[in-house]
């Protein structure tokens, strides 16, 4: 079982900026491509970022690829969401996900193996 461990959410003013961090618990030895999805209330659930298992790769949705950066320490299971120039409608809970099975470029809701229980993100105006 892998479990996934959210941190840094919270209240911010538009404009401004917020890093969140995700670590990944359980199967010693075994490194998984990590990211970000965001769901709003009566949205469906959206990509956001997500970076391959060596931190070779990123890939971002269009909504945040000029604002957003995701990172990660060399071959560890931990992931790091930077959020610059946030908007309201960047408002949503986040959520990191692991996936060690599907093609590194693949990031739809389908292709996810593991999920965390979501970090709430609140940008006012």
């Known amino acids: 079982q892998v479990r996934l461990v959210e941190s840094g959410g919270g209240l911010v003013q538009a404009g401004h900026s917020l890093r969140l961090s995700c670590t990944a618990y359980g199967r010693p030895g075994t490194t998984y491509a990590m990211g970000w999805f965001r769901q709003a209330p009566g949205k469906e659930r959206e990509f956001v970022a997500g970076v391959s298992w060596d931190g070779g790769n990123t890939y971002y949705g269009d909504s945040v690829r000029d604002r957003f950066g995701i990172s990660r320490e060399n071959g560890q299971n931990q992931v790091y969401l930077r959020m610059n120039s946030l908007k309201p409608e960047d408002t949503a809970v986040y959520l990191c996900?692991?996936?060690?099975?599907?093609?590194?470029?693949?990031?739809?809701?389908?292709?996810?193996?593991?999920w965390g229980q979501g970090t709430q993100v609140t940008v006012s105006p």
């Open positions: 996900a692991a996936k060690a099975f599907s093609p590194p470029d693949l990031w739809t809701v389908s292709a996810v193996d593991y």
